[in-house]
Every structure is written in C-alpha cells, then in structure tokens.
C-alpha cells in the first residue's frame, strides 16, 4: 500500500530534550516536505526536500532542522524544543513533474506537546 | 509569498442540502488549486483539484470552480452525506524552483446534520 508513515504518533517531552521525528514514504517519491498545523492557521511548511542531500527551508523553519540522506526518509529534528513548537506535525511527498501542481501524500500526523 | 483566505469557518448543513466553501489567493502566478479532507485523527487527503488553465471541475457530487480574474475559488458539495462531515482545507500552489509548497486556508469544518 502506498503510503506515507510517520513516528511516533503522540509525543510528550520536556524544553530543550532532543527529539527527532520520523517520516518515511513508500512511493519513490523525489520531494517530501514537513508542515506544522496550528488552530485558525492552517499548515504551514517548516521545511522541503526536493531529492537526496537537497533541502530547503519553508515558512516557519526557526528551531527546526531536517536531513535527507535517503530517498524514502526525512526526518524532522528538533534540537532544543520549545513550548511554542506544540503543534500537529505532517509530512507529505510527492513526485514532482517539473509543470507544478503534483498530488501531496500527508502522512498521519504527530501530535507533539512540549512542557 | 501567498496568502489564502478560507470562508466559513465553521458550516452545518442538513443532511441533503448543498455545501459551499470559498478560497482566495493573493498571487496571480499561482498555477494549481487542491482542496484536502481532513478525517478526525487523520492526515489531509487530497479530494480534488484545479489547475490554472481550467475555470470548473466535477468529480461526482464535488466540484470546483476558479475565477482567476477575481482570484478565488470554491467547492461545491452537493447531496451531502454524513460522511462528508469533517475538516476541509483550500490550498494555492504555485512552483518556485522545484519547491512545490501548498499555501492552506485556515480550514472549514463542515458538520452534516442527519
């Protein structure tokens, strides 16, 4: 099944604890991108990778940094969390065909709450 | 950058009736106009989408239309069913060097009455 995983679902930590959070694709797909979902904001992205090595950052990439050393996985890293990084994370991928306007896979989210 | 603005955000409707939710965007060179569904404890999923080039578009009882004159558009859900009751997203795209980055609408949650 096609799909777009991400762990863990739920998280709870504490200010400045490292965390990493997972974000796998199944489909060969070249770009991936994380996005965070706040109340009466929408998803904003935090940051986007168009292929392996090759990232960027998006709208809201302060306190946030990403690694593409694989073509399936992007994981999203966060070195010294803060309370205002509590949101709904979602990971999405697509394969890009150069005219723009490819279908995004999101993968199911991760709740964080940072205390 | 893009901005996009989503009305309503919140709407009931009685099991049956039509459902309308309303986009604009900010950019003129924005080029492809997705709309997601997004389920309880769920990632958004794409339900259908309008490119640039194209002023309507239906996919059973969704639709959607775009006026890029006016720069906005809309979906139409008509017959709803309580399926349909769940979060809905607009989304404006528009590729800059390889990124392909959805600007949302602060969402609608729709809410079908039986």
């Known amino acids: 099944e096609a799909q777009v995983t991400q762990n863990p679902r739920y998280l709870i930590t504490v200010t400045g604890k490292k965390l990493t959070v997972t974000c796998s694709q199944n489909?060969?797909?070249?770009?991936m991108s994380w996005y965070r979902q706040d109340p009466g904001l929408g998803l904003r992205q935090i940051y986007y990778?168009?292929?392996?090595?090759?990232?960027d950052k998006g709208d809201v990439p302060e306190g946030y940094k990403v690694s593409r050393k694989e073509k399936r996985n992007f994981p999203l890293i966060l070195e010294s969390p803060s309370p205002n990084q509590t949101s709904l994370y979602f990971c999405?991928?697509?394969?890009?065909?150069?005219?723009?306007?490819?279908?995004?896979?999101f993968g199911p989210g991760t709740r964080l709450l940072v205390l | 950058g893009e901005n996009v603005e989503q009305h309503p955000s919140t709407l009931s409707v009685q099991e049956g009736d039509s459902a309308v939710i309303k986009c604009t965007y900010s950019d003129s060179a924005s080029n492809y106009f997705p709309w997601y569904k997004q389920e309880l404890g769920k990632g958004p999923q794409l339900i259908i989408d309008i490119r640039s080039n194209v002023g309507e578009k239906k996919d059973q009882r969704i639709a959607v239309t775009l006026n890029k004159t006016a720069k906005h558009f809309s979906l139409h859900i008509t017959e709803t069913q309580p399926e349909d009751s769940a979060v809905y997203f607009c989304?404006?795209?528009?590729?800059?060097?390889?990124?392909?980055?959805?600007?949302f609408g602060t969402g609608t949650r729709l809410t079908i009455i039986p």
């Open positions: 989304a404006a795209s528009l590729t800059n060097f390889g990124n392909e980055k959805l600007t």
């Open positions: 489909m060969n797909h070249e770009y």
């Open positions: 999405a991928s697509s394969s890009p065909s150069g005219g723009g306007g490819e279908t995004q896979y």
């Open positions: 990778s168009m292929n392996v090595e090759v990232t």
